[in-house]
């Protein structure tokens, strides 16, 4: 393997590879990913994977989500068939305190040109009859849907290789040098020279943070997940909470637990899943659970993505975030003209990690 | 054995798809299974993990018993997620995706 390289990117994960593959596009040699193990073996191996964008807030965030969700059925047809499917998206709610929040957020994506509907309880069980007949209401929105995380990872991969990318797997940087002009990566495997350097280490970004000495606020959030047995086909949305897979499977959970890096499944959380499965969707009592798996959120302190330069530090990048995969053509897209062209087509500066303390503590 | 030949039967996946993601640097069965969905059916991997684990030692050397088993997934055997509710309303750890939307001066942030 040569050791010297225009990139270098940490972390093969959905937003590493997505970087790794929108850069190629572009630019064909000299971009090299490292990955501590096997892309997937991160959070986006362990994901519901919903393409989202309804409900998240402030407004400004939706919109940025919203972009990325669009740039969907074109990277499908550029990368290869990642199984997505822009189903809609249905928040089902059973009270009625929760009509009055879905109103004011219909109210405040309007601003922005995100349509959400607030459905009656008729409304919505009319579009998903398999809801609870005691649902209240629902928000509703077309853009949302859902992809398969390990064909999107593996498709960012192909492509990207097809472009002349290379990776390089079960290789942890252990250290990392800044020299006038470039950066000594250090890895089990080597020692690879780069231009730019791309931090793309999703919930291990503080650890990278600190090979060279910045702190990258990111924390652990654990999040756990049923599946079922391959149901035939009969939900028609992706739900919040649960959502059918092309292959008929059922992917329930939306738990959140600071476990640190704990990848543990657990049995009270796992009878919390099945009993919102069961209030959102009472047919799913006689599905077969199959497995539970958890994975580890990439949280940043403030929710929020941490993206571009990092101040201070010339050519060197950090992408990480929560919400990776709705995000990653994005993601890629942006980092590439950030990188290419020093600027992007949609402003990212309220998303620099400027906003945080950068000094280690 | 033959190249077309099926390795994980509930996902289908042949011989030569699970050589293609060894040869991509996959060095255990968790990879495989991520990247091919082999051991990821019904059966979770109890009929296909001891031919991965020969495969994976034919490519790369590695002594089968330095080959970690797959990561092994509750409940085991499918079981009735009816079995596992309780049929309780209240969540602490789940929550809905509403709960995430903020509100500020009774405005949404
Ligand atoms: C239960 C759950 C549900 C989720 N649901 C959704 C959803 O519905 N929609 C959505 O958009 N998002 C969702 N997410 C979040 C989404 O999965 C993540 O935001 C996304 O996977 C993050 O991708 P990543 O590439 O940043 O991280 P990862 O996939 O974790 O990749 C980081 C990579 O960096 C590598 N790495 C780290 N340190 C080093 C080092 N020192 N040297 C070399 N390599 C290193 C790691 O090995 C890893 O492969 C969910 C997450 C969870 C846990």
Known sequence: ?361 | MDKTMIICRCEEISYEEIEEVISNGAKRFDDIKRMTRCGMGPCQSKICNSLVATIIHEKTGIPIHEIPLPRMRMPISPIKLETLATNSTSFSSVKSVLDEVELEDGKVR
């Open chain 1, 1 to 361: 393997m040569e050791t010297s390289y225009e990139t270098i990117i940490i972390g093969g994960g959905v937003v590493g590879s997505s970087i790794a593959y929108h850069l190629s596009e572009r630019k064909k040699e000299g971009i090299l990913v490292l990955d501590q193990k096997f892309p997937l073996s991160g959070t986006s191996g362990s994901t519901q994977a919903w393409v989202w964008v309804h409900n998240k807030t402030p407004s400004w965030y939706a919109e940025f989500n919203m972009y990325s969700a669009e740039l969907y059925p074109y990277l499908s047809k550029k990368i290869g068939d990642v199984e997505y499917k822009r189903t809609g998206g249905l928040s089902p709610f059973f009270n009625e305190a929760d009509r009055e929040k879905a109103l004011l957020l219909a109210e405040a994506y309007k601003k922005i040109g995100i349509k959400i509907k607030v459905l009656s309880r008729e409304e919505a069980l009319e579009k998903e009859p398999s809801l609870n007949p005691e649902v209240a209401g629902a928000t509703y929105s077309s853009i949302d849907g859902n992809v398969n995380p390990f064909r999107l990872v593996d498709m960012y991969m192909r492509a990207a290789k097809k472009n002349g990318v290379q990776y390089s797997t079960y290789n942890k940087v252990t250290e990392i040098q800044k020299l006038p002009g470039k950066f000594i990566v250090s890895s089990r495997k080597g020692t690879f020279v780069c231009n730019n350097l791309i931090l793309a280490g999703g919930t291990w970004s503080r650890e990278l943070g600190k090979l060279v000495d910045i702190s990258i606020p990111v924390n652990q959030l654990r999040g756990q997940i049923l599946v079922t047995e391959p149901l035939k086909p009969f939900l028609h949305y992706t739900i919040s909470g649960l959502r059918q897979a092309f292959n008929g499977e059922v992917l329930i959970g939306y738990s959140m637990e600071e476990e640190g890096f704990n990848r543990a499944t657990t049995l009270d959380v796992i009878q919390e899943t099945a009993n919102m499965a069961v209030h959102y969707v009472p047919q799913l009592k006689k599905a077969k659970v199959v497995r539970a798996f958890s994975g580890i959120r990439a949280m940043p302190e403030d929710g929020f993505p941490i993206l571009g330069n990092i101040p201070g530090i010339e050519n060197l990048y950090v992408a990480a975030t929560h919400s990776g995969v709705t995000l990653s053509p994005l993601i890629g897209t942006l980092m590439t003209e950030l990188i290419l062209d020093g600027e992007t087509s949609i402003p990212i500066d309220r998303y620099s990690i400027s906003r945080f303390d950068l000094a280690i503590r």
